[in-house]
């Protein structure tokens, strides 16, 4: 069975904290994808990456970096944690295969409460 | 550019009852055109896809309609049951396997 794992199902951490969000996938994906959802917005593209050390910015990286160090594990760091972070972190998974629009595996979410 | 559009919720239907979710999108060209679900405490799941123009995807019962002329795929199912209680999102790809997500619609269906 396919797999996106994240490292914490709720994390609770204070304003200015470093915070790590890890995310593994078992299943060779190329691509891999950090969203926060939130209520009324949807899901919003934070950072996305093509291949290991290669990232890419989404529609709201700022606060955010990511590291893709090996092809199965992408990082999301909150450098200095603020309260208007506090959210739902989803990763992604999704094979690369030239212009086809390949189903994005996701994993279970890590709810932050940022205080 | 390049956007999706669906009903806002929440929906609260009986079961056995019969569910519409629009959902409208703006693209240049035919894209392939998707439906997620989100069911409680857990990440999506594709539910359904529809890769050209009067194609039907189907799953679960579930069933979408890629309507060119309307700009339209909206999600039914002819009798909802107390286990489909979720989120469902709409949703159009975006260049490099990246996807333009609708906000959601949560669903609730009552015994």
């Known amino acids: 069975d396919v797999k996106v794992t994240q490292s914490s199902r709720y994390l609770v951490k204070r304003t200015g904290e470093k915070v790590f969000l890890e995310c593994v996938q078992d299943m060779d994906h190329e691509n891999m994808f950090w969203y926060r959802q939130d209520p009324g917005l949807g899901l919003r593209l934070i950072y996305f990456s093509y291949d290991v050390k290669m990232k890419e910015k989404g529609d709201i990286p700022e606060g955010y970096s990511v590291s893709r160090e090996k092809k199965e594990r992408f990082s999301l760091i909150l450098e200095s944690a603020s309260t208007n972070q506090t959210s739902m972190y989803l990763c992604?998974?999704?094979?690369?295969?030239?212009?086809?629009?390949?189903?994005?595996?996701f994993g279970p979410g890590t709810r932050l409460t940022v205080l | 550019g390049d956007s999706v559009t669906q009903m806002e919720g929440p929906v609260t239907l009986s079961e056995e009852a019969f569910l519409t979710i629009n959902c409208t999108y703006t693209?240049?060209?035919?894209?392939?055109l998707f439906w997620y679900v989100q069911y409680p405490g857990e990440g999506l799941q594709l539910l359904l896809k529809a890769t050209k123009a009067d194609d039907k995807g189907s799953n679960k019962g579930f069933e979408a309609t890629y309507r060119k002329e309307t700009t339209s795929f909206h999600l039914e199912k002819g009798s909802v049951q107390v286990s489909d209680s979720a989120v469902y999102f709409c949703?159009?790809?975006?260049?490099?396997?990246?996807?333009?997500f609708g906000t959601g619609t949560s669903l609730t269906v009552i015994p």
């Open positions: 992604a998974s999704s094979r690369s295969t030239g212009w086809t629009y390949n189903e994005q595996f």
């Open positions: 949703a159009l790809p975006n260049t490099g396997n990246q996807f333009y």
């Open positions: 693209a240049t060209g035919y894209p392939s």
